[in-house]
């Protein structure tokens, strides 16, 4: 077991990737690639529930240019470039793909992944954007099954729900497009999506919807105006 940090450990103000056993067994290792002068780690570093892996973002080859990485944890092997987002995103991992909240493949912000060993390019996880059309960076993995569930808004901000396989391996199924989506959550057991959402004027209210697709199931009564 490891502790995982970010600090300007060698060199003052260059905020690098470390790891260290957490019962103190040995020292503490670098994790991250070298930089270039002006580069630094970011502090959003996420690792892969297996804890073999971090993956993180860094100026790394260009100052102020966000690339995102995997390393292995304890410093024993190399590490791979992911992809390059330009400005920082978000990004969260399995233990075989990462999935990034970015702009990867174009000038827009769009819901991406990617081998954690690097093997293959970024793959887009939904359409092409259409102009003034965006993806919401509360993307959520589905526990145990390979999916991700996030929210498209289009030009003239109606808001489609959709789940995609983190592969890329099949098209995303809509899970909601009928209301305007605000927010949601996965269930514990990766079964539905609670969501609140709006028809038109309508107040929010909560809906639940089976991760398989299918009908939405109201879940709130409704509400004083």
Known sequence: ?????VADRDTDEVFELYSVPT????????????????????NDLALTPDSRHAIYS???TVDGLVEIFSAPLDGTGPTVFLARTGTQGAHKTTDTHVIIHGAVLGPE????SVPIDGSLPPNRLHEPLSSGSSIGA?????????????RLTTVTHAQTLLRSPIDASTPPLVLEDQREVADFVVSPDGSAVAYRARGGTEPFALFVVPMTGGPARRASTDLVA
């Open 1 to 5: 077991t490891r502790v995982v940090y």
């Open 23 to 42: 019962d103190n067994s040995g020292p503490a290792v670098k994790v991250s690639a070298p930089l270039v002068t002006g580069g630094d780690v970011n």
């Open 58 to 60: 860094a100026d790394a």
């Open 109 to 112: 912000s769009e819901l991406t």
């Open 138 to 150: 509360d993307f959520e993995l589905v526990p145990g099954g390979g999916l991700v569930v996030f």
